[in-house]
């Protein structure tokens, strides 16, 4: 246990060393312009604009940021030669990714939770008004950053980061669109055509059932009942890429 969490404290300490400080200061600043161009819109819809930019910009920012150190981590490691320091000793390579992916979403995480403080923040300065659904729609953001982190860090197991970073942006454009596939193939006059569809779907992150954004900017309140199987699914589809980036980065040949 104490190799996992050094090991996971040591990739959130070089994430932090190179990165989080600047993202966290840009996301401020484009926080604060954005809310100074509201300031010119109607009262109705500045509590709505505000919810949805703010969050939008978090999500952006941390999508971007889940990418590009899921798919470049194990890649670094390697170019750098400290992947080979680090599994001479006593440590198994399924134990070294699992440590680097913990440590990818404490990374992640902490950032979740500083923009959210900041953007709570901004609600504040502002007057307007706290919701559940705005907490809801940022807490559901991390288990979105789950998934495409562990699909970034199956895909740098086995290829290069460029094709890692490609298939994990194709993979959240294509888990936001995964109800119009599976919409799209059920209306197929092919059967073929139709199971592939269902396939596809099947297969790809459901990420729009993780996406709240939507509830947050229009004040909708979400059950629990309704978030816990969407959590558990995300946790699921999380585990079992990180199990199949274990078998292929355990086997994988340096030489």
């Known amino acids: 246990m104490r190799p996992f969490l050094a090991l996971t404290l040591n990739g959130f300490r070089e994430a932090r060393r190179n990165r989080v400080t600047v993202v966290v200061g840009a996301f401020a600043f484009g926080l604060l312009v954005a809310s100074t161009l509201l300031t010119n819109l109607s009262v109705s819809t ?25 798919s470049g981590m194990l890649s670094r490691e390697i170019e750098r030669k400290t992947l080979f320091l680090i599994v001479s000793k006593p440590i198994s390579r399924g134990l070294f990714l699992t440590a680097r992916f913990a440590g990818n979403m404490l990374t992640l995480g902490v ?10 923040g901004q609600i504040a300065l502002y007057g307007t008004v706290f919701t559940q659904a705005q907490l809801v729609a940022i807490f559901m953001l991390f288990f979105e950053l789950l998934v495409l982190s562990s699909i970034g860090f199956a895909m740098s197991s086995f290829s290069s980061q460029m ?14 669109l995964g109800g119009d596939i599976y919409e799209m193939s059920r209306k197929a006059d092919s059967p073929l055509l139709q199971w592939v569809g269902k396939g596809v779907y099947y297969a790809l992150p459901n990420l729009s059932r993780l996406n709240y954004r939507v509830q947050a900017t229009y004040e909708l309140p979400t059950p629990f009942s309704e978030l816990a199987p969407s959590m558990l699914y995300a946790v699921a589809y999380a585990a079992v890429m990180i199990g199949i980036a274990v078998i292929l980065f355990s086997r994988r040949d340096f030489k």
């Open 46 to 70: 500045f509590d709505r604009v505000l919810t949805d930019v703010g969050i939008g910009v978090m999500s952006i920012v941390l999508v971007l940021l889940a990418v590009f150190l899921s």
């Open 111 to 120: 950032l979740l939770v500083a923009m959210g403080l900041l953007f709570f």
């Open 163 to 176: 094709v890692s970073a490609t298939v994990t942006i194709g993979a959240y454009f294509a888990g936001h």
